[in-house]
């Protein structure tokens, strides 16, 4: 089993819609959680990263984390086309010094 | 721009040639890392630097040695290139040293190599 799960898509939404990424994972001794967005042939950029339960919200992204089901989620607001792109989630341990990646989600915001 | 550079972007070789890989990160960070990523496969690790003159393996580093040749710099070398090694791979850094970490990671653009 690995050790973070990402659901697969693709998904694809009309502008405007409100999407969910997410990921599961499977060792609770993970603190830090991150997601990046990935565009088509660029390297991944840091979009957010949590290490509590609960929201944390940046602009259009709001980052959730329930720590208690192993559940991360990635919530865009009013979906823009240039919102099309790869999510990865990232989770990492305390001390671990690495992080460990879903394996993307791609996302398409048609016009 | 601040960021981390990696070179070359692209790069063709036969099975069983060597090349290095260079990656630079003018930040000031700590840790440093090479990912592989394939199509359904996700970012995976293959070696990682949490320090100046450390190296720790990762979850695919066999056919790969790195170096980590000062806080700047860290390659990645091939020995004996083999068609599984086609991929594109990926230099990160992150401010994070000794103890918790959390911070993420700063992302080259890539090198695309391809081995045939």
């Known amino acids: 089993q690995k050790e973070v799960e990402q659901d697969p898509g693709p998904l694809s939404v009309p502008e405007g819609a409100i999407v969910s990424l997410n990921c599961t994972y499977s060792?609770?001794?993970?603190?830090?959680f991150m997601w990046y967005r990935q565009y088509s042939r660029k390297g991944p950029e840091l979009l957010m990263y949590?290490?509590?339960?609960g929201n944390k919200e940046d602009g259009r992204f709001t980052a959730q984390v329930d720590k208690s089901s192993k559940y991360i989620s990635l919530f865009i607001r009013d979906s823009q086309p240039s919102d099309s792109a790869t999510y990865l989630c990232?989770?990492?341990?305390?001390?671990?010094?690495?992080?460990?990646f879903g394996d993307g989600t791609t996302l398409t915001v048609k016009p | 721009n601040a960021g981390v550079t990696q070179t070359p972007k692209f790069q063709v070789l036969k099975t069983g040639q060597s090349m290095t890989l260079q990656c630079a990160q003018d930040?000031?960070?700590?840790?440093m890392y090479w990912y592989r990523q394939d199509p359904g496969m996700g970012l995976r690790l293959i070696y990682y630097?949490?320090?100046?003159?450390?190296?720790d393996k990762g979850e695919v580093p066999n056919g790969y040695n790195v170096s980590r040749l000062n806080k700047r710099e860290f390659s990645l070398r091939l020995e004996s290139a083999a068609p599984s090694q086609t991929s594109v791979y990926f230099c990160?850094?992150?401010?994070?040293?000794?103890?918790?970490?959390?911070?993420?990671?700063?992302f080259g653009s890539g090198t695309r190599l391809t081995v045939v």
């Open positions: 949590t290490y509590s339960s």
């Open positions: 990160a850094s992150s401010p994070k040293g000794v103890g918790p970490g959390g911070y993420g990671y700063t």
């Open positions: 630097s949490a320090s100046e003159g450390t190296t």
């Open positions: 060792n609770s001794a993970f603190q830090y």
């Open positions: 990232a989770i990492e341990g305390a001390n671990a010094g690495k992080s460990t």
């Open positions: 930040m000031n960070h700590n840790s």
